[in-house]
């Protein structure tokens, strides 16, 4: 039997001595009878108190499903990055070689790994000074800059002072 069973019984009892009530014109029998009445009235209270918890509980064991769901995805995911640092002073997970075949090298934000958020680091600027890729977790933007990865600096131009072309 289901809570709303057993609650649609109470009410069908309820309405039952209700009708008692209405006919009897016995004292002890009405006194009785409203007695009963309250004493049901307090059974559907805890009943409803009762479904209350049993919903929290039911809720609380899906949340738990989903956490262990996500945690035994993630362990998967994170057996196939390593910790790489490019460039002195930054860090990023990258893909392991061969681990995904179909996959292109790619590096994930570390600060997002580390919240076991798979968030992929994209190339925001080309400079001198290294190229800058950006987390693109809107929570995070994590920069992390690959100095080992340059623009050629702009090659200077003009002329020579006192040499023509043909001295070249
Ligand atoms: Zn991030």
Redesign the pocket.
Known sequence: MDIATTLATAKGATELISSILATSKNTAVQQKAAELTSVIINLQNDILSMQTEYQATLKERDDWKEKAQHREAWEITKSKYKLFSPSEGSFVYAIKENDEPDEPAHWL?A??FNKE?K?FLQLKQKHTGGFLYQ?Q?KD???KVLDRNNKLSPPKPVGVVRGKSWMDF
């Open positions: 934000c600060n997002c958020i968030s987390c977790n995070c933007e994590a």
